[in-house]
């Protein structure tokens, strides 16, 4: 009699958590990483990375593509926002050093009339008026206004996808952030059709269910002399990092023009 008792109180407990969609998290581990629904997702539109990330990057997450310069994270932010322009989506892109290259978008295939474009300060000598403070100072101002504007649009709404490049900001500099900036953005954009994108040397600040995709570059060369030699292009291998799993060597990302990036 008791054991029955038990089993229909478990039995209501199982229901009541089915219906708070709470069953598979209190009673079994977490499943492998599926998206089925494709509107879910923002492809890269590289074919073999797209099929790695299993269609994309998550909407409603906060992603990060971290490499040095030349590893071909530039390449990539650039694809996925020429597909989403090309797609009718608007795109925003804050560039905290004023270092996005136009032409580079055109030749991607970014319809720059989709394209909300937020310039940074540039470089740090050319703000003139220094004094005590320093570059240094300028620098981390810089740096947190960037943050600020990203929060701005992220709360504005309306965007397929809103990245952050702070790809010439040192690894330092991103640690003097306060602790709970990466927390608040996921937050503001949770549940949201908007990707958040952030562009750093190393990982900086994935939300629990974002990707972290870190690049490794290795430029190519044509000619046989020094003074014929010239820069042809960058291929990038590409490690993937979620909290439910991780792949390595997934693909390669091919870019003409492999300075700046």
């Not at 300028?138 to 600020?148: A, L, M």
């Not at 820069?231 to 300075?259: D, K, M, Y």
């Amino acid at each position: 009699m008791a054991n029955a008792a038990a089993l229909t109180r478990l039995e209501v407990l199982e229901s009541a958590l089915r219906t708070k969609k709470l069953d598979g998290t209190l009673t079994s581990a977490l499943a492998p990483l599926e998206r089925a629904d494709p509107s879910a997702l923002i492809p890269t539109d590289v074919t073999a990375l797209d099929a790695c990330l299993r269609g994309g990057l998550p909407r409603g997450q906060l992603s990060e593509l971290a490499g040095p310069q030349s590893s071909g994270r530039t390449t990539t932010l650039l694809r996925m926002m020429a597909a989403a322009t090309q797609r009718g989506e608007i795109v925003a892109l804050v560039d905290a050093f004023d270092r996005f290259d136009v032409q580079s978008a055109v030749d991607a295939g970014v319809d720059l009339s989709r394209l909300l474009w937020i310039r940074g300060a540039g470089e740090i000598r050319g703000l003139g008026g220094e004094g005590a403070r320093g570059p240094g100072l300028f620098r981390q101002e810089g740096i947190e206004r960037s943050v600020k504007a990203l929060n701005l649009i992220l709360q504005a709404g309306g965007f397929g996808i809103v990245a952050l490049d702070l790809g010439d900001a040192s690894a330092a500099d991103i640690r003097r952030l306060p602790y709970n900036t990466w927390l608040r953005i996921q937050r503001t954009i949770e549940g949201s059709d908007t990707a958040c994108v952030l562009l750093g040397p190393e990982p900086i600040g994935r939300s629990a269910g974002g990707l972290t995709l870190t690049f490794t570059g290795r430029s190519s060369w044509a000619g046989t002399s020094d003074r014929s030699r010239r820069l042809t292009g960058t291929e990038s291998c590409v490690e993937i990092h979620s909290p439910r799993r991780r792949v390595e060597g997934v693909a390669h990302v091919r870019s003409s023009v492999a300075l700046g990036f």
